[in-house]
């Protein structure tokens, strides 16, 4: 990207909460954490951020439920020093046991601000149910019992079975040559030794009745999402459900947005989402509402699940949802961060390069008839997993459950 200002560097492993079993349940993110605490040049967070943030740049670290991502954007001219800094972290940071007993005390206390939020515990509730006793069904985060007991052993060990480069992608964006590129990685990553890398457990959805969790907690506001079984990302009807997300519940244009918050005024916050996972993915839907109005939310939802089931979608609204699906893309691809996140997990996700101007022909190749069949596979009243968060109990759902069989 020759007109940028910027190089963005992301370092992605495939290794996330899924790939660990539950008596090391949120190992993952405690790495990605502690790969900050300090390496032998530089002994402290504090060496560690000045370095980037000291010449204008930003890095950070995401873990998610199949990779960890490591990311830094700098100033062009100061490429070398961020690659360096990245490498160190990877290959020379110290786990010091001092520095693991105070970062497990921290995400504990993450782990207890996202229990205190009803908006992300519906959602965590919401996997739960939808992938049971699999490690997609867990926290990133982990659990704070399990958490506790995790040793630095543990932790050397898992990195030594993920963090190798066979399982490590590097992806640059920005106004640097690639053979620059090319010379500084191979000074740092020429000699670590790849290795055979352990997968995650795969998980299978046949789903045959309405599955309900209620978490009962006192709040003024309640909390509910529907999760159905998807499709997995290497689904060639992915675009059709992405497109589908958009006209459904993406954005303020949206059907659900414009008939539940704008016409009825039910929900101040109403959208739908998707997760997509290697062999599987689900479709769902999230609102926060007044409590006494449950059931008639639930009511409007559910019409307009049947509506976009039986319905033919106008030739218009597939259209507009085509280019906002496409515009959205393009503005995305803006930044070199942005573009070194897409081309990266292009390759850890798909083992290959995938060009926007191939995505963009996906998308105008699907048909109405697409969503539709998608819709009418995906949402039916068997398949219906709800996680309600409020001052709820489950006896007092007899009448929702009538509302929620009538998707057919």
């Known amino acids: 990207m020759p007109y940028m200002k910027s190089v963005a560097i992301v370092f992605g492993i495939k290794v996330g909460s899924r790939y660990e079993k539950r008596e090391n349940s949120g190992i993952s993110h405690l790495i990605e954490h502690m790969l900050f605490k300090g390496t032998r040049k530089r002994p402290n967070t504090l060496e560690i951020s000045q370095a980037i943030e000291g010449v204008g740049g930003e890095i950070n670290a995401a873990t ?8 830094t954007r700098i100033p062009m001219e100061k ?9 160190d972290l990877l290959a020379n940071s110290l786990f010091r046991e001092e520095d693991l007993e105070k970062e497990k005390l921290i995400i504990v206390e993450e782990i207890k601000k996202y229990e205190d939020l009803p908006e992300e515990l519906v959602e965590l509730f919401l996997d739960q149910i939808l992938w049971g006793n699999h490690p997609l069904g ?18 050397l060990t898992f990195l030594k079975q993920f963090y190798r480069p066979n399982n490590i992608v590097i992806s640059i964006a920005g106004n640097i040559k690639i053979y620059e590129v090319i010379a500084q990685i191979k000074k740092y990553f020429l000699e ?9 457990l795969p998980v299978q959805i046949n789903q045959q009745n309405m599955r309900i969790k209620v978490k009962t907690k006192k709040s003024k506001q309640a909390h509910l999402a529907f999760g159905f079984p998807g499709i997995s990302r290497l689904d060639p009807r992915r675009y059709a459900l992405d497109l589908l997300d958009i006209i459904l519940g993406s954005g303020l244009s949206s059907r659900l947005f414009q ?22 993915g689900s479709f769902s839907i999230y609102a926060g509402i007044e409590t006494s109005r449950l059931n008639e939310t639930l009511q409007a939802v559910i019409e307009e699940l049947i509506k976009i089931k039986e319905n033919r979608i106008p030739e218009e609204e597939l259209n507009k949802a085509k280019e906002m699906y496409k515009g959205a893309l393009s503005l995305s691809l803006e930044s070199t961060l942005s573009r070194a996140f897409w081309w990266g997990n292009r390759i850890l996700f798909y083992n290959k390069p995938i060009s926007f101007q191939e995505v963009k022909k996906r998308i105008d190749e699907v048909a109405i008839e697409d969503i539709q069949n998608l819709a009418q596979d995906i949402f039916s009243s068997q398949k219906i997993n709800l996680s309600l968060v409020g001052p709820f109990r489950d006896r007092n759902l007899e009448e929702g459950r009538i509302i929620l069989e009538q998707l057919h």
Do not use: C, P, W
Not at 64 to 71: L, N
Not at 138 to 155: F, Y
């Open 192 to 200: 670590i030794e790849g290795g055979r890398i352990k997968d995650y």
């Open 64 to 71: 998610s439920k199949e990779i960890t991502q490591i990311y």
């Open 79 to 87: 490429f070398k020093i961020a690659l360096e800094v990245m490498a």
């Open 138 to 155: 867990r926290t990133i985060l982990g659990k704070e019992r399990v958490i506790k007991k995790l040793q630095r052993e543990d932790l």
């Open 259 to 280: 008939e539940i918050r704008v016409k009825k005024g039910l929900a101040y916050d109403i959208h739908s989402y998707i997760q997509y996972f290697n062999d599987a």
